[in-house]
Structure formats: structure tokens, C-alpha cells
């Protein structure tokens, strides 16, 4: 039934029923561009959990469109009985199957980052040392910014291999840590004080967040991780620079001095 079945699936098709899908597929793709120029734009003057729950509608509404328009324009193009789905969708799906392995795989991958949401747009997320928010999510890859304002294609069959770490999991809070080192003669309890007012008199600092820090001690000296949260995700690395220039400041009026930590594989 294989040729034959294909070949009865697509007699119908004529030039009206050519127009009319490619009407739908227009206007789906119109739909399309402007879900992903406009949502961006609003959430971007939005803050707190609503700005990630725009930016997270974007790929499931661009899914949802594509499931839409699909179930449209196959019945326009083709006659709607059960013979002619069959050929037709396994026909489909054996070219897809050997042409485009990988580009299935990752796009099978997508389907899952959408129904788990191990990322989303706006989440802070490291994946094979690439550390950056998530702009947009594709049906194939997602498109990662870092620091340096460089943008990283990272496939969703990524999913399968990868470890993903995500600093703030679909939230607005996201810890950030402040670190020192410094010699081991003197008062900890004073330090640590010292580095909590610090964060909790930084502008920048979300005050209702814990402020914590941790302590430990090495042959070297002492190190402290100052953690907080910043008030805007964005301006995490102004917020650990501003922490880390007003704690060194703090220490050396205290008359605390600083060392320097040996690099990690080296005596």
C-alpha cells in the first residue's frame, strides 16, 4: 500500500487547496514572529516571577502553533481517511528518520525541555562550562547569552549527555557568592560580622533574602564566601564586584591582611 497509498493521498490536492494551506501556514508564521518579538519586549519591562512566566510561554505557544497549523493544513491538503494518514505520516516519518537523525534527536530533546522545564527563558544556567541566561528556547537548540555578551547555540540533545546547572530555576532569586581570602591571625566572629553588614548594606542586595557566610579553614589561611541575592538577576556580577570592593575595603580598615589561594593542581 505503500506508493499507491501515498500516491491516493495526494490526488486531491489542487491549487485552491495549495493556497488555502499556504494562507494558514503564512498566517501561522506570522503569529509566530510576532509571539517572539513582542513577549521578549514586554518582559523585559516586567520584573519578579511574571517577567519568567512570559518569557517561558514563548516556546509552548510557538509548539502549540505549530501542533495547530499541522492538524489544519493536512486535511486541506489531504483527503482525511485513515489509509491515507497512515501512508502518509509513515512515509513522513521514515525520510525524517534517516535524513535528519540529529536534528530529530534534538528536536525530540526540545519537546522534553518543554515538558520538564529543566531551563527556561530567563534562567541562569551552566551547561559543558558555558555559563549564561537563556534568551530563547527553539524546537532544536536554545540560544544562551554569557557575560561577554556572546550568544551559544546549545542543542536540546544536550539533555541526554550533559550536566545542566541552573542558578535560579524559573525564580527571581539567585545566590550569588563573594569570596576572600585572607591570613589565618584573626578574630573570625569579627569577620564575619563584618562581611554580613557588608552585604546587607550593598544597595544592590535583596535584604529579605538570607545573607550567609561560610568559613574554612586551609593551610594557607582562611577562606570566606560571602552569599547573597541581588535584586536584579542581570546585575549579578556588578553585585559581586560591588560586594567584594566593599569587603576588601571593610577588612583592611579592620587590619585583617589578605593571601593568596593556591591555584587548583598545583603544589
Same mark, same amino acid.
Given at each position: 500500500?505503500?506508493?499507491?497509498? +501515498?500516491? #491516493?493521498?495526494?490526488?486531491? +490536492?489542487?491549487?485552491t487547496a495549495l493556497l488555502e494551506a499556504l494562507v494558514v501556514v503564512l498566517l501561522a508564521t506570522a503569529l509566530t514572529i510576532a509571539i517572539q518579538k513582542l513577549f521578549p519586549r514586554v518582559a523585559m519591562k516586567l520584573s519578579g516571577k511574571l517577567r519568567f512566566y512570559v518569557l517561558a510561554s514563548v516556546p509552548l505557544l510557538r509548539l502549540i502553533i505549530i501542533v495547530v497549523t499541522i492538524i489544519v493544513v493536512v486535511p486541506i491538503l489531504v483527503e482525511p481517511s485513515f489509509e491515507n494518514m497512515v501512508a502518509i505520516f509513515g512515509a513522513l516519518g521514515l525520510a525524517l528518520g534517516f535524513a535528519f537523525k540529529d536534528y530529530a534527536n534534538s528536536l525530540i530533546a526540545g519537546i522534553v525541555t518543554l515538558y520538564e522545564m529543566p531551563y527556561r527563558p530567563g534562567d541562569w544556567i #551552566? @551547561?559543558?562550562?558555558?555559563?549564561? #541566561? @537563556? *534568551?530563547s528556547i527553539g524546537t532544536r537548540a536554545a540560544e544562551l547569552?554569557?557575560?561577554?555578551d556572546t550568544v551559544v547555540v546549545i542543542p536540546h540533545s544536550k539533555l541526554w549527555a550533559s550536566l545542566i546547572a541552573n542558578g535560579n530555576d524559573g525564580t527571581d532569586n539567585l545566590m550569588c557568592v563573594a569570596e576572600f581570602n585572607l591570613e589565618p591571625h584573626h578574630d573570625v566572629s569579627r569577620v564575619m560580622d563584618l562581611l554580613r553588614d557588608v552585604a546587607y548594606t550593598c544597595p544592590r542586595t535583596r535584604t529579605f533574602r538570607p545573607v550567609v557566610v561560610v568559613v574554612s579553614n586551609n593551610p594557607w589561611g582562611m577562606c570566606y564566601r560571602l552569599k547573597a541575592y541581588p535584586i536584579d538577576l542581570k546585575d549579578q556580577f *556588578?553585585? +559581586?564586584?560591588e560586594l567584594t570592593a566593599r569587603g576588601a575595603s571593610a577588612l583592611t580598615a579592620e587590619g585583617v591582611g589578605f593571601v593568596s589561594a593556591p591555584v587548583a593542581g598545583t603544589s
Open positions: 500500500m505503500g506508493d499507491l497509498g +501515498i500516491k #491516493e493521498a495526494f490526488s486531491a +490536492i489542487t491549487s #551552566e @551547561v559543558d562550562g558555558k555559563y549564561g #541566561e @537563556v *534568551r547569552v554569557t557575560p561577554d *556588578r553585585f +559581586i564586584s
